[in-house]
Each structure stands twice: as C-alpha cells, then as structure tokens.
C-alpha cells in the first residue's frame, strides 16, 4: 500500500473531535475572511492536500473549509485562500482553540530569505513579541482511519510585527545532503525575526557554539530518547499502546516549543523592539 504523508495539525484535530461529542453538532466557529471581515458559522470539516514527496511539500496544507449556517442546513465550502484564521468556541461561547493562515518565507542554501511557494494554518503555541505556531506531522497508510507513525513536529517562528513567518527547520528542503545546515538556518531564522538586536545576536552566536558541542548534541540525543521510552511508558500505563504515536507527538510537540520559547525569552529579555 502507498504510503501518504498527511499533515495532522493538533488543534483542527481537536476541533473534529470536539465537533464530534454529540451527534449532528458542530462548533461555532468564527472566520475571519482576506478582507478583515467576520463570518460566524459552524465548523464541519476541512480539506487537505493528498500526495507524494515531493509534491506535497509544494501545497498548502488546508485547501477549503466545510462549515454550516445552522445544524440542519446544507454543508456550504469556503477556499482557504479567502480566509485568514479561524477560532472555535463551545456552547457558552468561550474561546477552544484555533489556526491561523502564515504567510511562509525560508532561508536558502545562500543565507538569503526567500518567499516559499504556499501557505499554512498553524495553531499559535506562544505568544510573545516572537510568537511560534506549529503542529505535528504523521505519515500514514490509506487514509486517516488507518494507523500513523508521528514523523516529526513542525514549528513556525514570527516577530509579532512582521506578516510572514519563517520556519526554524525547514523540512520541505532538508535531504541528506544538506541536514548539517539546518542548525545554521535555524540560528539564520532567528537572527531575522530578532530584528538585529545586537544582544540577542551575541546569544544566538553562543548558541550556535553550543549546538556543535558534542557533549551538548549528546545530552540532546539522550533527552530526545527519554522522551520516547516515557511516551511509549505514558501509553501502556493508561492501557492505549495503540495510541503511542500520538502521545509522542504531543511530547515531541512540547520538547521542542520548550527548547523553541527559551531562545525566544532570551530576545524579550534582551531587546525592546
């Protein structure tokens, strides 16, 4: 059987299983459309992309949203491209959870910062005058009832002043050939969002140091083992080893906006702009 790469982005997760609680419910949803305005509806799914590497690295991640006007009215579609966020709410109208549309830019093989050719919807994980958005990916067999093996979590990283947003490791053009240069793109991505802050740039420079220390990228490689041996733990003491792939994404999720927000409060600790 094929196999498929399906990106699986943890809040719309949520939401169609929060969707999902009582029989021919949806959420309430809030669009916020290309033109600024608002449209309230109920959520009812979304599409994706369904390809091959390479090509599916080429797409955007959503391709239209499904939402209904009231519960028993037809299923209406809307294009991603004409919506720029969209935020779900329960039945008493408090704010669940929500994604956001990223402009995306990458960093070449020159250093040079060029415009990627799609966008993706990212729920936000940090919010600071750096914000990280980011989610999990999964490869999967068939469709998405089959199993899915969690592949890798993907983070987006943007200075709240800024309209696009770049990714500290950029999976769409990493290859055997080039893996060594991610650390040194990641370090580029920051120095852009960092907005030449010249203390946070001293740090970053300490940190590029680190990263090639062997004793640290040691260290590294035992906690990404931990987190591992204490998902697969995690899965069999609650009785769902078949739900072990998600539960490591979600430790994978939160292991790396941990390593992610650190060097973030570092540039809020050290620069005004």
Known sequence: MTKKLLIAISVITSITTFSQKKENTYPKAEFTLENGSKMSALFVAYTYPNGSYPSFFDKDDIYSFEYKTAPEAKTEKIGAKEVKAMKIYDENGDFVNGIERLDLKAINSNGELVDKRKRSFQPLLYDGK?????????????????????????FYIRNSKDDFAIMPVDYDRINLFNFGSAEEKMIGAFRIVGKNCENFNQYLSFLEKKLEDKEFRKKFKEE???????????????????????????????????FYSGIVKEYEKNCSN
């Open 130 to 154: 750096i914000q990280i958005f980011g989610s999990n990916m999964f490869m999967c067999q068939g469709n998405l009832k089959a199993a899915c093996t969690y592949v890798y979590s993907m």
């Open 224 to 258: 990404y083992k931990k987190v591992r041996t204490d998902s697969f733990e995690e899965a069999k003491s609650t009785g769902k080893k078949g739900n072990f792939q998600n539960i490591l994404g979600e430790n994978m999720l939160r292991y790396y906006l941990n």
